[in-house]
Structures are given as C-alpha cells and as structure tokens.
C-alpha cells in the first residue's frame, strides 16, 4: 500500500505536454526519464523553472517538507536536507560570484546517472535549467548525464567510490568485455591527461608512479618538456579512446577541439607543421592519428618557447 502511494508519488508531478520523455522506473535505478521520440543532438530536452529557490547552502536548509520527493522512487525521505540535496540544482553564477542559491527542480532530478551519458548536467539561465541531448537519443532510450566531472579518466572501482551508490550503466556492468576495457581505456585517458597537462586530475602531481610508471615520462610531463610532436600524438590517442568508449559526444568534442586545433598551430618546423596539417584534413580520428603518428620522435623549433610559456601559466595557477 505503501509502496504504490510512493511509486504514484511521481506521477503527480506536472510537466509540459511537449516534452519528449516520460518518468519510470529505471530497473536498479529507481524512477529514470526516458525520450519518447528521437531526440536529435544538441536539441533541447527539458527547459525547467524552479519550484523555489532557497538562496542558502544546502547545509543550512533544515525544515520543510517535500512531500513529492522520494528517495531514489521508493521510500520518503528521512531528512529534509538530503531531500533538497538529491532534487536541487545549484543556480548561482560563480563567475559573477553570486552567493550560493539552489532551485528545487523535480523533473530533471529524476534524470537518472551515466558514466556514458547522453545529455550534459542542466545549464543555468536565470533562474531556470536547460538540458540539452550531445548524442542522439533514440525513443525508449533513457536520457542520462554524467554526475560528476572527471569520470572519462576514472576506472569503476573509483567512479563509485565518487557516486556513493552502485552504478548500473553500461559502463560499470561487472564482468563485461566492455566494462574490462572500458577500465582500461579509463586508466590509459588518465595517463595521456597527465602526459599533457603535469598534473593528475585533481590538479596535483602524482608522489607514486601509478599512473606514469616511467620516471623519466614523468618528470617530463611535470616539467612541461614533452615535445610538440608527442602533445599532438598523446591528444589524438586520447580522443580516440574517448570515442571507443562512447564519450566523444558534442559536449567533450567542443571541449577538446579548440586545444588541438592550437597544438597544430603552434608548430614552426615547415615539415611538422605539414604532417600536423595533413593529420588534422583526414576524416576519422584514427586517420589523424594514423598520420600524426610520422612526427613521433622528432623536435621542433618551438618546443622550447611552448616549454616556457607553459611552466609560466603553471606558475600563474
Ligand atoms: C537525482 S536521483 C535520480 C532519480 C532517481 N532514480 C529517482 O527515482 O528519483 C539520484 C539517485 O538515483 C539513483 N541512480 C541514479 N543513477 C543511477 C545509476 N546509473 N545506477 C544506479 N542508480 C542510479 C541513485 O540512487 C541516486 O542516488
């Protein structure tokens, strides 16, 4: 009796007519969205205005009550902060230092985790959220984001140590050919990162070797010495590891391709500058990476200023 007053809970919530997903149950996931149609990518999936805002941390909210709001689409909540914490989205501009402000927002909080997602967690104008589809999303697809940032260089194991719950995407399916590679690709994504940026993802440097295991590498990476040639072959590598894994979507490709097309443009050696050139008009990203491959091993005229320029921006951070 219980059970059926809570599932029927989200039923009750309102949402526009047009929009292209329905609420249900996710199994192992409680109540998840799924699109009703294809959504295409980069459409618009849901425009959401809060319910309220409460213009506090989610620390100092203690005592209203939500009577729509289920744990995970089952049981109620047990207490009010974990309530607003799991339903509310931060809408505060950091870049303009607003203090901190979070909406209520009961649909897009029903959008279920990916470690593979298909949408990117909801962007803030004014007061209302917007989420958007970076792959397409075919009807009956269930429509995810990516709870927490980083995850394309974190293994399972570590993803859900973060997450603090068992994540059941495709991804994190134990015993899979898929999952085990999936780790794999996972570590390699975590080491081309630090090869290119001399930090780990937390922004430090590594004391252990776990993720460079060669010490020279290493110090190298951290130095900012590693050559023109390798940045541009170790970006390629990983932007094929990413779309093995199904993460090249709209959202990581805007991301990545402003540094890689200024990698190119940084080469001074007539011949690099032509393979690097050359790479960057073949189709596939295997094909770029195919030619790009030619540079491996040689120097270029401005490894030394690009050495440089990067130990100062390292030195402004
Ligand atoms: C914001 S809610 C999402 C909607 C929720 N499923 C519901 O029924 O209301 C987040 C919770 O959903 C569950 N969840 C989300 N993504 C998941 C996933 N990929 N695997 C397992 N559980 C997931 C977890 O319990 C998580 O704490």
Same mark, same amino acid.
């Given at each position: 009796?219980?059970?059926?007053?809570?599932?029927?809970?989200?039923?009750?919530?309102?949402?526009?007519?047009?929009?292209?997903?329905?609420?249900?149950?996710?199994?192992?996931? #409680?109540?998840?969205?799924?699109?009703?149609?294809?959504?295409?990518?980069?459409?618009?999936?849901?425009?959401?205005?809060?319910?309220?805002?409460? /213009?506090?941390?989610?620390?100092?909210?203690?005592?209203?009550?939500?009577?729509? @709001?289920?744990?995970?689409?089952?049981?109620?909540?047990?207490?009010?902060?974990?309530?607003?914490?799991?339903?509310?989205?931060?809408?505060?501009?950091?870049?303009?230092?607003?203090? %901190?402000?979070?909406?209520?927002?009961?649909?897009?909080?029903? *959008?279920?985790?990916?470690? $593979?997602?298909?949408?990117?967690?909801?962007?803030?104008?004014?007061?209302?959220?917007?989420?958007?589809?970076?792959?397409?999303?075919?009807?009956? %697809?269930?429509?995810?984001?990516?709870?927490?940032? #980083? *995850?394309?260089? /974190?293994?399972?194991? %570590?993803?859900?140590?973060?997450?603090?719950?068992?994540?059941?995407?495709?991804?994190?399916?134990?015993?899979?050919?898929?999952?085990?590679?999936?780790?794999?690709? /996972?570590?390699?994504?975590?080491?081309?990162?630090?090869?290119?940026?001399?930090?780990?993802?937390?922004?430090?440097?590594?004391?252990?070797?776990?993720? $460079?295991?060669?010490?020279?590498?290493?110090?190298?990476? %951290?130095?900012?010495? $590693?050559?023109?040639?390798?940045?541009?072959?170790?970006?390629?590598?990983?932007?094929?590891?990413?779309?093995?894994?199904?993460?090249?979507?709209?959202?990581?490709?805007?991301?990545?391709?402003?540094?890689?097309?200024?990698?190119?443009?940084?080469?001074?050696?007539?011949?690099?500058?032509?393979?690097?050139?050359?790479?960057?008009?073949?189709?596939?990203?295997?094909?770029?990476?195919?030619?790009?491959?030619?540079?491996? #091993?040689?120097?270029?005229?401005?490894?030394?200023?690009?050495?440089?320029?990067? /130990?100062?921006?390292? @030195? @402004?951070?």
């Amino acid at each position: 009796m219980h059970l059926t007053y809570y599932l029927l809970a989200y039923r009750r919530l309102e949402a526009p007519d047009e929009i292209p997903f329905e609420l249900r149950p996710s199994p192992g996931k #409680g109540w998840g969205a799924f699109a009703t149609r294809r959504i295409d990518r980069g459409s618009l999936i849901l425009s959401e205005k809060p319910t309220f805002v409460i /213009r506090m941390s989610h620390t100092e909210i203690t005592d209203y009550h939500f009577l729509l @709001l289920r744990d995970n689409g089952s049981s109620c909540f047990t207490s009010m902060n974990e309530a607003f914490a799991e339903n509310s989205f931060n809408i505060a501009n950091s870049d303009q230092h607003e203090p %901190e402000a979070h909406g209520l927002f009961p649909l897009h909080s029903r *959008f279920n985790h990916s470690c $593979i997602p298909n949408s990117e967690v909801p962007t803030v104008t004014g007061e209302a959220i917007s989420s958007f589809a970076t792959r397409d999303i075919a009807a009956g %697809e269930e429509i995810n984001f990516c709870y927490n940032p #980083g *995850f394309q260089g /974190r293994t399972r194991y %570590e993803r859900h140590q973060a997450l603090r719950f068992t994540c059941h995407c495709v991804a994190c399916l134990p015993g899979t050919p898929f999952q085990q590679l999936s780790d794999m690709r /996972r570590r390699l994504i975590r080491g081309l990162q630090y090869l290119s940026h001399g930090v780990d993802l937390d922004g430090q440097r590594q004391s252990s070797h776990s993720i $460079i295991f060669d010490s020279k590498l290493k110090f190298a990476a %951290e130095t900012f010495s $590693i050559t023109l040639s390798s940045r541009l072959i170790y970006a390629l590598l990983m932007i094929l590891f990413l779309e093995e894994e199904g993460l090249l979507d709209d959202s990581m490709d805007s991301r990545l391709r402003p540094s890689l097309t200024k990698t190119v443009q940084l080469f001074k050696s007539e011949s690099n500058q032509s393979i690097a050139e050359l790479a960057m008009e073949q189709k596939t990203w295997v094909k770029k990476l195919e030619v790009a491959f030619k540079l491996y #091993g040689r120097e270029d005229a401005a490894d030394y200023e690009v050495t440089l320029a990067l /130990r100062q921006l390292r @030195l @402004l951070f």
